[in-house]
């Protein structure tokens, strides 16, 4: 009895230790990842803030086109 006893201490003590571990381990992957996921978002917001393109701030609409009406589906 005592040898049971004793296997299912040492076996739930390493189930507590395996699940701390495994946090540990968790957190730090996720915060790597989410440190990978800002990088790029920054980087990429650089490239379109700092792009040497000239951007149009005029519409340009050919004159044989007509008017364009916006319109909601009524159910």
């Known amino acids: 009895m005592i040898a049971f006893l004793t296997f299912i201490f ?7 230790i395996l699940g701390f571990i495994s ?6 992957w ?3 990842v989410f440190k990978r996921m800002n990088e790029g978002a ?3 917001y650089q490239e379109k ?3 040497n393109a000239p951007q149009s701030k005029k519409k340009i609409i050919d004159s044989r086109e007509g008017d364009y ?3 909601e589906e009524v159910k």
């Open 10 to 16: 040492y076996f739930f003590l390493g189930l507590m």
């Open 23 to 28: 946090r540990l381990l968790l957190r730090f």
């Open 30 to 32: 996720l915060r790597r």
């Open 42 to 44: 920054s980087n990429n």
């Open 49 to 51: 803030n700092y792009s």
């Open 69 to 71: 009406v916006d319109f």
